[in-house]
Nanobody, 125 residues
Framework: QVQLVESGGGSVRAGGSLRLSCEVS????????MAWYRQAPGQEREGVAS????????EYLDSVKARFTVSRDNAKRTVDLLMENLKPEDTAMYFC??????????????????WGKGTQVTAAS
């Protein structure tokens, strides 16, 4: 019933930009912390950006601060991740995630109730 569908992934040169979008269906996201995670081959899934229900609390993985921007539109049930100045180390599968509840932060996999299937991002030097 609940679906999170990512789009916008692709391949870019280092220094380029991509905008990822997540469309949620099946429930309202109004009261859920939302997040983007990523996972590279052979590595653990890590939280990239977290945004609280009212967009008042936003957290980023240290390595993407000042380069990535997360936003949400609760009415549209969408969560976007603007990625700028992409680096090769950003290459990974990126997943949209909805938290169990209205947490201020949801960058731990334990916080997540529902996951998207992912979209691949590749940044080549």
């Amino acid at each position: 019933q609940v679906q999170l569908v990512e789009s916008g992934g692709g391949s870019v040169r280092a220094g380029g930009s991509l905008r990822l979008s997540c469309e949620v269906s099946g429930y309202s996201i109004t009261n859920r912390c939302m997040a983007w995670y990523r996972q590279a081959p052979g590595q653990e899934r890590e939280g990239v950006a977290s945004i609280s229900p009212g967009s008042t609390i936003i957290e980023y993985l240290d390595s993407v601060k000042a380069r990535f921007t997360v936003s949400r539109d609760n009415a549209k049930r969408t969560v976007d991740l603007l990625m700028e100045n992409l680096k090769p180390e950003d290459t990974a599968m990126y997943f949209c995630a909805a938290a169990v509840g209205n947490f201020r932060s949801c960058l731990r996999p334990h916080d997540i109730a529902d996951w998207g299937k992912g979209t691949q991002v590749t940044a080549a030097s």
